[in-house]
């Protein structure tokens, strides 16, 4: 009997259930090594996190194109340092959420304690809810998109990357920014040292309804919104370089 020189068509890859990790039976550094042993490319992208109780830094650190639905609150440190990750708050989230972000995105379905997204290098960080004081502090490159209100000195020493607020900002909005840009659809209480309001021009539009696109906040629209940023006069500037801030 002639033998067939076809190659066997290869076996569809398996798909795993989500794997779940209850914080009441397991301590969290258990489930954080586990996160951060998953190979980017693996068939275990689901991930599913019970009873955080307010734990501090769950899910800090991971490395790999997953998702982890956290279903609950979390304390400070929740996500940091993420990358390429999609980390899903099913709740609220203290100080420090997304810290350090690089890449992939951060989702909390309620609100946001103290600066959240701050230093974030990259990604998309969504909160549902309210932000609190100093919201994408020092922030580097990373979108942030919140449906409430955010506190005062959100955006200090903001050096690049993008804040949407759709409800009202506090006191020292953008206080000492540098380039970033700072989208707000309700009021500001006050501007900081150096922040001011500027043109908001067509690109400027594009790139807050992408931005909405993403957050799923379709609702807002970018003409309702009033663009700030630095006024370029506590530092000096020169355009030549402005790809590097």
């Known amino acids: 009997m002639a033998t067939s020189n076809l190659a066997k068509a290869p076996a569809p890859e398996t798909q795993y259930e989500a794997r779940v990790f209850d914080l009441a039976k397991v301590p969290l550094r258990e489930l954080n090594q586990a996160l951060h042993d998953v190979a980017d490319g693996s068939n275990q992208t689901a991930w599913e996190v019970l009873n955080p109780k307010g734990n501090h830094a769950v899910a800090v650190g991971v490395d790999a194109s997953i998702n982890v639905d956290v279903h609950g609150s979390v304390g400070y440190y929740c996500a940091g340092m993420n990358q390429k990750a999609t980390i899903t708050v099913h709740g609220s989230a203290g100080p420090g959420v997304a810290e350090n972000m690089m890449s992939g995105a951060v989702i909390v379905k309620g609100d946001a304690s103290q600066y959240a997204g701050a230093t974030g290098?990259?990604?998309?960080?969504?909160?549902?809810?309210?932000?609190?004081?100093?919201?994408?502090?020092?922030?580097?490159?990373?979108?942030?998109?919140?449906?409430?209100?955010?506190?005062?000195?959100?955006?200090?020493?903001?050096?690049?990357?993008?804040?949407?607020?759709?409800?009202?900002?506090?006191?020292?909005?953008?206080?000492?920014?540098?380039?970033?840009?700072?989208?707000?659809?309700?009021?500001?209480?006050?501007?900081?040292?150096?922040?001011?309001?500027?043109?908001?021009?067509?690109?400027?539009?594009?790139?807050?309804?992408?931005?909405?696109?993403?957050?799923?906040?379709?609702?807002?629209?970018?003409?309702?919104?009033?663009?700030?940023?630095?006024?370029?006069?506590?530092?000096?500037?020169?355009?030549?370089?402005?790809?590097?801030?």
């Not at 990604?123 to 580097?140: F, H, P, Q, W």
């Not at 050096?159 to 659809?185: H, K, M």
């Open 121 to 245: 290098r990259g990604g998309l960080l969504v909160i549902e809810g309210n932000a609190s004081s100093r919201c994408g502090i020092s922030m580097k490159g990373i979108n942030i998109v919140v449906r409430g209100n955010v506190g005062h000195m959100s955006a200090f020493m903001a050096q690049s990357g993008n804040l949407v607020v759709l409800g009202d900002a506090g006191d020292a909005l953008g206080d000492s920014i540098y380039e970033a840009r700072l989208f707000v659809r309700g009021s500001v209480k006050s501007l900081g040292a150096d922040c001011i309001e500027k043109e908001m021009r067509p690109e400027h539009i594009e790139i807050l309804k992408d931005l909405l696109e993403r957050a799923g906040m379709t609702d807002a629209k970018p003409e309702e919104f009033k663009r700030y940023g630095s006024a370029r006069t506590l530092y000096n500037f020169n355009i030549d370089n402005a790809d590097a801030y």
